[in-house]
C-alpha cells in the first residue's frame, strides 16, 4: 500500500512559477513510477508529466513541455513537479500517482496504470 500527500499548489498570477511536491509512503518508492495528472473543472483527468523509477527516464504532455519539470528523490520518498510560466489554462487539481514498475526505466503515461492516488492540490494561475 501506498500513501500519497501532495502539497505546494496556491495561487498565481500568469508568467509565475511553482513547486508541487509528493511524499509518498513505504519503503519501495523507487519500485514504482510517478506521474502527475490534473483535473480543471468540467474536464476529464489529464496526463502531465511521468517520471521513471530510477528517475532517469521522464515524459511530458505537449501542453507542458519545456515548462514543467518532475524530478523526484527516492531517498525521501518524494517527487516534484516544478512548474514555470504558468498559464490560466494551467488551472486544475493536480493529483500524483504511483504504478507499481518492475523495470526502472519504465513510466506510464496513461490513468489505468496507476495503483495509487493522491488526494490533489489545487493550483489556480490568475491572468
Known amino acids: 500500500q501506498v500513501q500519497l500527500v501532495e502539497s505546494g499548489g496556491g495561487l498565481v498570477q500568469a508568467g509565475g512559477s511553482l513547486r508541487l511536491s509528493c511524499a509518498a509512503s513505504?519503503?519501495?518508492?523507487?519500485?514504482?513510477?510517478m506521474g502527475w495528472f490534473r483535473q480543471a473543472p468540467g474536464k476529464e483527468r489529464e496526463f502531465v508529466a511521468a517520471?521513471?523509477?530510477?528517475?532517469?527516464?521522464?515524459y511530458y504532455a505537449d501542453s507542458v513541455k519545456g515548462r514543467f519539470t518532475i524530478s523526484r528523490d527516492n531517498a525521501k520518498n518524494t517527487v516534484y513537479l516544478q512548474m514555470n510560466s504558468l498559464k490560466p489554462e494551467d488551472t486544475a487539481v493536480y493529483y500524483c500517482?504511483?504504478?507499481?514498475?518492475?523495470?526502472?526505466?519504465?513510466?506510464?503515461?496513461?490513468?489505468?496504470?496507476?495503483?495509487?492516488w493522491g488526494q490533489g492540490t489545487q493550483v489556480t494561475v490568475s491572468s
Open positions: 517520471i521513471a523509477g530510477s528517475g532517469r527516464t521522464t
Open positions: 500517482a504511483a504504478g507499481r514498475t518492475y523495470y526502472s526505466e519504465t513510466y506510464y503515461a496513461t490513468r489505468r496504470e496507476y495503483n495509487y
Open positions: 513505504g519503503r519501495t518508492f523507487s519500485s514504482y513510477a
